[in-house]
């Protein structure tokens, strides 16, 4: 309980943002001072003129009307005799919640004496509050910044009416940090006359400007993704985001950088600015939540070194705070789809351990009472989310991807009885029993083969819905299992859905995503044929990728599984759409949302939902570095205590590798052709187990060479 309340400005300030100010005087000798601080917004503090921490967008996002984090920041040595702590408080995400709940701050500065006393400042009506200079700020709209106005503390802050501190609980995830810099690559004078700034890279994060000007002067950004096909600068795939960056400047030299919002962004058009265009005058400062890199892939094959690099940069551009489908349009949100097929890929490039369990606690607390899980979360209001299959199943699949690569059951048995309620849901709703019928899904999302312009392609919705529930059914029995709880009734249940999605779709699969619902998860008592006859499929359609969000990230796993390693290289190297390597042939440095975000004749997929920064396909690492590098989980021996190896070599690939550092050391995975052979090297740090060309080996900890 903090010793303090929850305060905001007694009057509507309209657009602009507030802030709140304390002075204070210290005549005694502190021995230390921690700082407790969170907001119904975002915030950021500074004491005595110092920014309190590094915390960008704090308080992250949770589920506001669940649970709302509490920082604590050690501000010890930033105290003097004459103090001034001073909140700045912007909407951030809380501007999705329903419009009664005023953005509010509430912090308490906790100060021991060496003498042994202590004392409190905590917010309250006598915190002094004057509109800043922050005019405007918005998650999706951006800023408007006035240098030139003075703030003035002339009103005393109102204590909210609801003043209850029950949803506070202590931070839990990954701070937001600034992680790197990027120079201005080019600038560049469009067709259109326009100037406009390349980085070079698309990111998140923030553009930090440095010009010497006058009081008053105008400075207004825009930003974008791509370039159309002109060479012109492009944002309309913002959608309704202004993503609006306006600043005024005082006199003389001055830096700036928003910190209360982000901008997704490789381009930067400048629309006014009223000093001389240098390139060193704009930073890029990249921005995502502190994730420790653990992944590295490197290969002697430019375009899979470049498509690696956009896999990593769609995660740092998605990994803010939750895992998100897109940093730059009017949506950011944390799509429970997305965030299930990519996770294991991410969990290999990152620790992200405790980013996922944050997040699945909101998850948890989101959950309806009859078990139904939210399409995305955090929630916002008011709108009733879709129960989509794929994508309420990363409920049970995060978890268990934590559980493989981290060793984590604490995860698992705090998600064990949600998993229960999710399945006992799709069994009391579905209209067909033992299979999950009659949902409205989304399924295999953006899957090729509709109409151009549609979200769906032919694979049925129901063989989807049914697939995930028995993959969700045999997570929640091993995790049962491994808690050491009864889950006979569930073993049962899961006979029952194989049997009947057998009896059901006779292995009768039309679409690629089809065959591989069924080889993944296990639902065919033919999966050789099964794999014959998608690699048939895969043929007859010019050896191309028709697959959405739910075939994407497993099709070169049943590929290989069943023997058709060459299919699955030769989808993985094709340079022409739809591929993995295409965008790359328009430029990419992200994954993109489709396989076609520009066409091969330039043209630029419809407005209505267009993202070069959606991490989705990028589930693609998994494959790299479990089947190329062959680097694998052991499920009886989790979070890499064993490994087993099991790499794959191709004649195309002159020589591949990759690394994890895991909480054992470094496990590594390289091949290279030399002399009309493949010779393969491994470093394990733990016990691991080998099949290298058909022969399989007990591996020591150490360095092998086969
Ligand atoms: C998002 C997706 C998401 C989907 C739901 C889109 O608007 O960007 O990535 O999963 O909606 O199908």
């Known amino acids: ?35 407790y601080i969170t907001a119904r917004g975002v915030y950021e503090a500074t004491l005595n003129g110092t920014r309190v921490g590094d915390f960008i967008m704090a308080p992250g996002w949770t589920s506001y009307h669940n649970r709302i984090q509490v920082q604590t920041y050690d501000v010890t040595g930033l105290l003097q005799e004459e103090n001034s702590l001073v909140l700045a408080l912007a909407e951030g995400w809380f501007w999705r919640l329903k419009k009664s709940q005023l953005k509010a701050v509430i912090a308490q500065l906790h100060i021991s004496y060496t003498d042994g006393t202590t004392e409190d400042i905590g917010t309250d009506e006598s915190w002094l509050v004057a509109e800043s200079k922050l005019r405007f700020c918005h998650l999706y709209n951006g800023i408007i910044y006035d240098a030139s106005h003075s703030p003035v503390f002339d009103t005393q802050a109102v204590i ?17 940090k600034e992680q790197e810099r990027l120079k201005v690559k080019e600038i560049i004078i469009t067709p259109k006359g326009e100037t406009v700034l390349d980085f070079g890279q698309n990111m998140t994060g923030c553009l930090e400007i440095t010009l010497d000007a006058k009081k008053g002067d105008e400075v207004s950004f825009s930003f974008g993704e791509i370039l159309d096909k002109d060479g012109n600068f492009y944002n309309a795939n913002y959608r309704s985001a202004k993503a609006m960056y306006k600043y005024i400047c005082k006199d003389g030299i001055q830096t700036f950088m928003p910190t209360l919002t982000f901008y997704g962004f490789r381009y930067v058009r ?27 892939i490197e290969s002697s094959d430019p375009l899979l070194n470049q498509l690696f690099s956009n896999i990593l940069w769609g995660q740092k551009g998605n990994f803010l705070d939750i895992p998100t489908d897109c940093p730059q349009r009017d949506e950011r949100l944390g799509w429970m ?12 490039n990152y620790d992200v351990l405790k980013f996922f369990r944050k997040w699945l606690n909101d998850v948890k607390a989101e959950q309806y009472e009859n078990g139904a899980v939210p399409d995305f979360i955090p929630s916002i209001y008011p709108r009733k989310p879709r129960i989509s299959t794929a994508w309420a199943d990363a409920i049970a699949i995060c978890p268990w991807q934590c559980y493989l690569t981290y060793g984590d059951t604490d995860i698992l048995e705090s998600m064990f009885e949600p998993i229960i309620k999710w399945v006992d849901y799709i069994t009391k709703t579905t209209t067909k029993p033992n299979l999950w019928f009659g949902g409205k899904h989304y399924a295999d999302w953006l899957e090729l083969g509709g109409k151009y312009g549609k979200f769906k392609g032919p694979t049925r919705d129901d063989l989807v819905a049914s697939a995930y529930y028995a993959n969700t059914v045999s997570l929640l029995i091993k995790t049962g299992r491994l808690l050491g709880r009864d889950v006979s009734d569930y073993e049962a249940l899961y006979q029952n859905i194989r049997s009947a999605f ?16 069924a080889l993944q998860f296990d639902l065919t008592d033919k999966p050789q044929a099964v794999a014959d006859s998608l690699a048939e499929l895969i043929h007859k359609q010019g050896d191309m990728i028709q697959t959405g969000f739910v075939g994407t990230p497993y099709i070169l796993h049943v590929l290989s599984r069943y023997g058709h390693t060459d299919l699955a290289y030769t989808l993985l190297l094709r340079q022409e759409y739809p591929s993995w390597l295409y965008p790359i042939s328009k430029g990419a440095t992200t994954i993109w949302e489709h396989w076609d975000g520009i066409r091969p004749n330039g043209d630029i997929w419809p407005v209505s939902m267009n993202s070069y920064n959606h991490y989705a396909y990028g589930a693609v690492g998994d494959w790299m570095y479990g089947v190329m590098a062959g680097i694998n989980t052991v499920e009886a021996a989790p979070g890499f205590k064993k490994v087993h190896f099991a790499p794959i070599a191709d004649d195309r690939i002159d020589w591949f590798g990759a690394e994890i550092e895991t909480a054992y050391g470094r496990v590594s995975s390289r091949w290279w052709h030399e002399n009309g052979r493949v010779h393969y090297e491994i470093i394990t740090p733990v016990e691991a187990t080998a099949l290298i060309e058909g022969k399989a080996y007990k591996l020591n900890a150490g360095k092998h060479c086969f």
Not at 10 to 21: A, D, E, H, T, W
Not at 503 to 511: I, K, L, S, V
Request: glycine share 4%; net charge negative.
């Open 337 to 348: 789809g997305d965030a299930q097929v990519f996770i294991r890929t991410a969990s290999y």
């Open 160 to 176: 909210a009416s609801d003043n209850s501190q029950d949803l506070l609980i202590p931070q839990q995830g990954e701070a937001v």
């Open 270 to 296: 400048i629309d006014s600015y009223p000093a001389r265009i240098v390139p060193e005058g704009f930073t890029a400062v990249v921005i995502h939540s502190d994730m420790r890199r653990t992944g590295y």
């Open 502 to 517: 057998i009896r059901e779709f006779r292995e009768d699969f039309r679409t690629q995503t089809e065959h591989i619902m």
């Open 1 to 35: 309980m903090l010793k303090a309340n929850w305060i905001h400005p007694s009057y509507n300030m309209g657009k602009v943002c507030p802030l709140f100010r304390k002075d204070f005087f210290i005549e005694n000798t502190v021995a230390s001072a921690t700082l």
